[in-house]
C-alpha cells in the first residue's frame, strides 16, 4: 500500500501540534482544528497515533482523527476503483 504522507516527529506543545510531513515542519494551531482537542488535557493530546497509511492522525483518549491533508492544507485525488465485470 502506498503511504498517503510520510509522518515523523508528532508532538504537542500547548496548544500547537507540531509535525513534520513529508520533510516539512509544520505548527498547527489545535484549537483551529478541533473542539475536542482544544478542550483536551496536555496529556490527552500528547497522546496521538498516526495511521499506517500517512492519511492521518488520531488521538485515542478524546477519539479524535484529523487528516494530514486538512493540517497542512492539501489535497490528493481520490483513488480510482476498477469497474466490477
Known amino acids: 500500500m502506498d503511504k498517503a504522507h510520510d509522518v515523523r516527529n508528532v508532538s504537542v506543545s500547548g496548544g500547537l501540534l507540531h509535525i513534520e510531513v513529508d520533510g516539512r515542519s509544520y505548527s498547527i494551531d489545535l484549537a483551529e482544528q478541533s473542539l475536542r482537542l482544544a478542550s483536551a488535557t496536555q496529556r490527552q493530546r500528547e497522546r496521538v497515533e498516526v495511521s499506517p497509511s500517512g492519511y ?29 465485470a
Open 56 to 84: 492521518g492522525l488520531h488521538w485515542p483518549d478524546v477519539d479524535e482523527d484529523l487528516s494530514i491533508d486538512g493540517l497542512i492544507g492539501v489535497k490528493h485525488p481520490l483513488p480510482v476503483l476498477a469497474p466490477h
